[in-house]
């Protein structure tokens, strides 16, 4: 860990998981991981221990993403899932419209962005997980989308390409 109140570079703690880590997210004192083969783990850095969330195997080097009090990842068969701290709320296939989905992000009301860096898109799922649409594709310039992070605060979703570009877009409502 590292201090960035005081701009300390210096390492705070080490944590030894017990798996590959890809995505990452904190809230409220825990760290939330996609732990691949071992599933969605939570690391609590209160106690150091682990938890298993969900003990399905996640997509590898997939990002998960948190809102609220609801966890967002990417499962190994490409599809999407949302839950809350006890149990699976949602699952969806998209395989039609999202090849390779790596990226993952969460706007203030809810809406999961998903980058497809085989379909060279991003869709947009509806917070309870029953609509989808295509929001950003090559025409906007998108080639192999990796990464993706909303500013809550602007309302600009940053879509990262695999390599050299990186573009920032409003997103209304």
């Known amino acids: 860990m590292i201090d960035t109140k005081n701009r300390r570079t210096d390492l705070k703690k080490s944590i030894r998981v017990g798996s590959g880590t890809y995505g990452i997210t904190h809230k409220d004192g825990k760290l939330f991981y996609n732990g ?3 599933g969605l783990c939570v690391f609590s850095l209160d106690d150091d221990s682990t938890t298993h969330l969900v003990n399905a195997t996640l997509s590898q080097y997939s990002d998960i993403a948190i809102w609220k009090d609801q966890l967002y990842f990417i499962n190994a068969d490409k599809s999407i899932s949302c ?3 006890q149990e ?3 699952k969806l296939r998209l395989e039609a419209f999202l ?3 790596c990226g993952i992000t ?3 009301y809810g809406r ?4 497809g860096c085989g379909s060279n898109n991003v869709v947009v799922i509806s917070p309870d997980g029953k609509k989808h649409r ?3 594709s090559e025409k906007d310039c998108l080639n192999k989308p990796q990464s993706l992070c909303f500013d809550r605060k602007n309302n600009k979703l940053l879509v990262a390409n695999q390599q050299n570009e990186a573009f920032i877009y409003d997103v209304s409502q």
């Open 36 to 38: 691949c083969d071992r």
């Open 112 to 115: 999961v962005y998903i980058s």
């Open 134 to 136: 295509l929001l950003l």
């Open 83 to 85: 839950c809350d701290l």
């Open 106 to 108: 969460v706007d203030n």
């Open 88 to 90: 699976v709320k949602w």
């Open 99 to 101: 090849r390779s989905p």
